[in-house]
């Protein structure tokens, strides 16, 4: 069998890999390129192979890094089934229209100012239909993907849904298992279940975002929440936090939840202002049988994502009428990166008010607003208009969705105990350093280990 390494090779976004095995071939994830905008853009407009020739499509998990370029595919013609978990599915319902909207609205938007602009890569109709080609299959049930290739989802413990996925191929009389680890998540999520490492694998393509670091731990994330929440309220201000509105919002809510029945946060407002947040939670709520039923609030409550100090605000005048209000209050919004979306109007009022608290908790990229307050500039840039940062920044890193270093190697060292032939790991969806230092720790464990760059064909 032979891999074609199309994205997230020797970087973290654009997840896609090629898998060719007896006359059959499967595509493994299409996920949007994200990073500057020219290159990213001449990157997710080159279709990955020509459409005829896949045979099917099986998708790990709902982000827009490995789900993202579907409905191009279909824009393109793909019109065969596309293979996720029921979860997976019904985010990306939500989160794919998202995208074509933003696309759409962003392109409408930079076009009225004369300035160059990417078309849209595809429309709504586009995003609707590629949820169409999707079927959804629970993990742990062994379903045919193409002629001689059959797959198994289990487990990724990264989102709701997301999955590894064993694929068995079937070539000259013999089954190998290649195993596609998908994003790899941690034990110890709120909501989500720790990573199910796959068994039996031949090769292994396998993720590295944080080959090179290690985070903050799940609790200690929990209680530094608590901590913030006082200390804003005693001063009578607000929390902001930037938050995905995919996961990372689902989870904040998750934990507040739980901190609010302990009495170890104050009785302020919560507010969720978001409506792909909404959505999003709806999504959450179709599946209670895949969350981490070891957990206290998840056997206890039936309504996680909703409590007494809990509101959610779709519309926009509900949104603005939250800046005319008075006394401490919670308020999460997306982006996560506070480039776009509603946080960017709290931060325009709120960020010059010592009393008040940014509150960050995810990933933010060079070149964001999101850095520049971590970066703790004395003046911000909204809307155009100079802000002063005066609230006080507070950075909780053990949100993450990603194992990292430690934990990656927990994940191989259990797979390859239960894989008495596994030749070969792959390592993707990584910086070169991050991917580099992990290769090495594994390459010491004894491991076959390599970094392929795109395009780049490897044999199993
Ligand atoms: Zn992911
Ligand atoms: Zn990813």
Same mark, same amino acid.
């Given at each position: 069998?032979?891999?074609?390494?199309?994205?997230?090779?020797?970087?973290?976004?654009?997840?896609?890999?090629?898998?060719?095995?007896?006359?059959?071939?499967?595509?493994?994830?299409?996920?949007?390129?994200?990073?500057?905008?020219?290159?990213?853009?001449?990157?997710?407009?080159?279709?990955?192979?020509?459409?005829?020739?896949?045979?099917?499509?099986?998708?790990?998990?709902?982000?827009?890094?490995?789900?993202?370029?579907?409905?191009?595919?279909?824009?393109?013609?793909?019109?065969?089934?596309?293979?996720?978990?029921?979860?997976?599915?019904?985010?990306?319902?939500?989160?794919?229209?998202?995208?074509?909207?933003?696309?759409?609205?962003?392109?409408?938007?930079?076009?009225?100012?004369?300035?160059?602009?990417?078309?849209?890569?595809?429309?709504?109709?586009?995003?609707?239909?590629?949820?169409?080609?999707?079927?959804?299959?629970?993990?742990?049930?062994?379903?045919?993907?193409?002629?001689?290739?059959?797959?198994?989802?289990?487990?990724?413990?990264?989102?709701?849904?997301?999955?590894?996925?064993?694929?068995?191929?079937?070539?000259?009389?013999?089954?190998?298992?290649?195993?596609?680890?998908?994003?790899?998540?941690?034990?110890?999520?709120?909501?989500?279940?720790?990573?199910?490492?796959?068994?039996?694998?031949?090769?292994?393509?396998?993720?590295?975002?944080?080959?090179?670091?290690?985070?903050?731990?799940?609790?200690?994330?929990?209680?530094?929440?608590?901590?913030?929440?006082?200390?804003?309220?005693?001063?009578?201000?607000?929390?902001?936090?930037?938050?995905?509105?995919?996961?990372?919002?689902? #989870?904040?809510?998750?934990? *507040? =939840?739980? %901190? !609010?029945?302990?009495?170890?946060? &104050?009785?302020?407002? @919560?507010? +969720?202002?978001?409506?792909?947040?909404?959505?999003?939670?709806?999504?959450?709520?179709?599946?209670?049988?895949?969350?981490?039923?070891?957990?206290?609030?998840?056997?206890?409550?039936?309504?996680?994502?909703?409590?007494?100090?809990?509101?959610?605000?779709?519309?926009?005048?509900?949104?603005?009428?939250?800046?005319?209000?008075?006394?401490?209050?919670?308020?999460?919004?997306?982006?996560?990166?506070? #480039?776009?979306?509603?946080? *960017? =109007?709290? %931060? !325009?009022?709120?960020?010059?008010? &010592?009393?008040?608290? @940014?509150? +960050?908790?995810?990933?933010?990229?060079?070149?964001?607003?999101?850095?520049?307050?971590?970066?703790?500039?004395?003046?911000?840039?909204?809307?155009?208009?100079?802000?002063?940062?005066?609230?006080?920044?507070?950075?909780?890193?053990?949100?993450?969705?990603?194992?990292?270093?430690?934990?990656?190697?927990?994940?191989?060292?259990?797979?390859?105990?239960?894989?008495?032939?596994?030749?070969?790991?792959?390592?993707?969806?990584?910086?070169?350093?991050?991917?580099?230092?992990?290769?090495?720790?594994?390459?010491?464990?004894?491991?076959?280990?390599?970094?392929?760059?795109?395009?780049?064909?490897?044999?199993?």
């Amino acid at each position: 069998m032979e891999i074609e390494f199309v994205g997230a090779a020797r970087e973290v976004t654009g997840s896609c890999h090629i898998v060719r095995v007896a006359g059959s071939t499967v595509v493994l994830d299409c996920g949007l390129f994200q990073g500057r905008r020219r290159e990213s853009s001449e990157k997710n407009t080159q279709l990955p192979i020509p459409i005829g020739e896949i045979d099917a499509i099986v998708l790990s998990h709902a982000h827009i890094d490995h789900a993202g370029r579907l409905p191009y595919l279909v824009r393109h013609g793909y019109e065969k089934t596309i293979w996720s978990t029921p979860a997976t599915r019904d985010l990306c319902a939500v989160m794919l229209a998202d995208s074509a909207h933003i696309q759409e609205k962003d392109a409408e938007f930079l076009s009225r100012r004369g300035k160059e602009h990417a078309e849209p890569l595809y429309s709504m109709r586009h995003a609707t239909r590629t949820i169409e080609l999707t079927v959804g299959v629970p993990y742990h049930r062994t379903f045919d993907v193409a002629p001689g290739v059959r797959a198994t989802f289990v487990d990724a413990g990264h989102i709701l849904g997301s999955a590894s996925v064993m694929l068995d191929c079937l070539e000259g009389g013999k089954t190998r298992r290649l195993v596609f680890s998908g994003d790899i998540g941690r034990s110890g999520l709120p909501i989500i279940r720790d990573p199910e490492p796959p068994e039996g694998a031949d090769g292994i393509i396998m993720e590295s975002t944080y080959g090179n670091r290690t985070h903050e731990s799940v609790e200690g994330a929990r209680a530094r929440l608590a901590a913030v929440i006082r200390a804003t309220a005693a001063r009578g201000g607000r929390i902001l936090i930037p938050a995905f509105a995919v996961g990372r919002t689902q #989870e904040l809510v998750y934990d *507040l =939840h739980v %901190l !609010a029945s302990e009495g170890a946060i &104050p009785t302020i407002p @919560i507010y +969720i202002d978001s409506p792909l947040a909404i959505d999003t939670t709806s999504v959450f709520e179709l599946h209670p049988d895949v969350f981490d039923h070891g957990e206290d609030l998840v056997r206890k409550v039936r309504n996680l994502f909703r409590f007494e100090l809990l509101h959610y605000t779709r519309d926009v005048e509900e949104s603005k009428a939250l800046s005319r209000m008075h006394g401490p209050m919670v308020i999460i919004a997306a982006s996560g990166m506070a #480039e776009s979306g509603r946080i *960017l =109007h709290h %931060l !325009a009022q709120g960020a010059s008010n &010592p009393q008040n608290t @940014i509150l +960050i908790v995810g990933f933010q990229a060079e070149h964001t607003l999101g850095r520049r307050i971590v970066e703790r500039r004395p003046v911000l840039s909204i809307f155009g208009d100079d802000v002063p940062l005066r609230a006080q920044v507070e950075i909780i890193n053990g949100y993450s969705a990603h194992a990292d270093r430690n934990e990656l190697g927990t994940w191989i060292d259990c797979v390859r105990e239960h894989s008495p032939r596994l030749e070969q790991v792959w390592l993707v969806h990584g910086e070169p350093p991050a991917q580099d230092e992990l290769a090495t720790a594994l390459a010491a464990k004894g491991l076959k280990v390599g970094c392929p760059a795109p395009r780049e064909r490897r044999e199993l």
